[in-house]
């Protein structure tokens, strides 16, 4: 009888050993094959059944001595493989998981070291990605695998190095025409912190001197939705598609990565904006240890997390924005976290550049420590009326000091006729003159006569492209250089102010003075991530 029962057992075990061995091929094949999906379930079916009979191997003995020790190896090789397919439809969080409990198992498992480090390295946190593939390296397993743990082990080391120093360059690219893979960035938190700011709510501030072009932070999006539409054409239903699927897209990202969900919950969402937490710069770093301590899930309702997309995505092609070696028809919208934390003035010192998924904000100008980080939302080369029409669209009435400047000024008689004159179409020339004198009247300071000559850029554009008006006005209008340097002072570099300098540089020569002041508003449009001969040949200028 007892012989009958102990083979009954037997016959139990060797059917489960063939349910376990059947389930772990199809779950192989299925990743063999890609269909992830497919095979977290055939993975996630066979990690259960060999839970339970390592659970219930007590009360069912194998006569085998190594079958405990197999099966725990099969466990652990089951949640690498469930690891690396979950991370493969970028369910980080849950890949990651898998990938801790396969180490508690064997703690110097070779495939879960390489997963888990690549895993790191998708989430951008570079030093712990290269601890990782330092130790794969240790084991023996590393020479004859067919991972490429070399290649792995010097991405990790050359993104870490650029996210401690924010030492990018771009200019290979830039030279051999935008062809090729740009460089992979790695984000990039420079010396930068969040405090309440003066214009509305929270915003960035630097902690030092930095110049035109110093790299402020490079950051990924959380999400973007991008498109070619021929002559920039997107019509209404377009842009609702466009849109529809650019939230769920953050949405989903929201729903698998806590950290996504903890970082978009500091965003405002337009309302009570001045009494929202500031919160530590820490938190944005890459590689901060992350508490997964965001629960109230009422937080993120719809509707908040539309208005917190409302007011924080940015369209890549914008007024201070630039995304290098685009289709002209190319239209792009994203969130980038940190990024949202820059308020918009109309004496920004701020711009951006897109370079895949990442954004890097760049100083445009000089600025001081302490100074608050600012873009421009809208174009900035314009009168105020244009500009109150703009902030309108976004939601908010300008606070920046430009606008409180201007606005007093507006009621003066003799200004809103240079307007009017314009309107009616007034020589560029004499309106820049009309200006000068009225500035002078005024008793404006020199620090703010670039703010109006940034409102009047087009009468000052049109009078120093004409060779012929600028001339004729001769010294009764101040130099082009005059007008440039304290337009820039004011509002940064920007390419209309850029592309007029080279355009003379390259018409009348120029000296060492000239071909600096290029560079530098080069280096305000560009960032330090394109170098001099790259700058020159962005700038037309390699043969100068
Ligand atoms: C992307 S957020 C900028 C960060 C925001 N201040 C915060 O505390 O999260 C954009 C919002 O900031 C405010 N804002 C930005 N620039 C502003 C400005 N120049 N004047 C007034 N409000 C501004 C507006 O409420 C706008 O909807």
Known sequence: MREEAQQQDQLAMATAEEQLQQLRSKAAELLLREEWQESVQAYSHFITLCQSHISNFPQNPNPDPDHLPK?????????SNRAEARSRLRDFAEA???????????????????????????????????DYFRTAQLDPQANGSSVDLDGYLQKSKKLELMSRTGAFDLSEWVVNGFRGKPLEPAEYIGAVQIKKSEIRGRGLFVTKNIDAGTLVLVTKAVATERGIFPGQNLDENTQLVMWKNFTEKVMDSMAK?????????????????NELEVPEINRFMPEAEHNGGYHNENEHDASRMLSILDVNSLVEDAISSKVLGKNNDYYGVGLWVLASFINHSCVPNARRMHVGDYVMVHASRDVKAGEEITFAYFDVLSPLEKRNESSKTWGFRCNCKRCKFEEKLYSREDLREIEMGLERGMDAGAAVYKLEEGMRRWMVKEREKGYLRASFWEACSQAYYSEKSAKGWGRRIPPMETVVDSVVEAVGSDERVLKMVAEKLKGRGGGMVEMERAMKLGRGVYGKVVKKQ?????LGLGIL
């Open 257 to 273: 990565c806590s950290r996504i969900r903890d970082l978009i919950s500091t965003l405002s969402s337009g309302e009570d904006e």
């Open 96 to 130: 990651l998981r898998d990938c801790d409990r396969a180490l508690e198992i064997e703690r110097a498992h070779f495939k879960t070291l390489v997963c888990k480090g690549k895993i790191l390295l998708n989430l951008n946190r570079y030093s712990m990605a290269l």
């Open 71 to 79: 099966l725990r190896k099969s466990l652990c090789l089951a949640l």
């Open 534 to 538: 790259a700058m020159k040949t962005l």
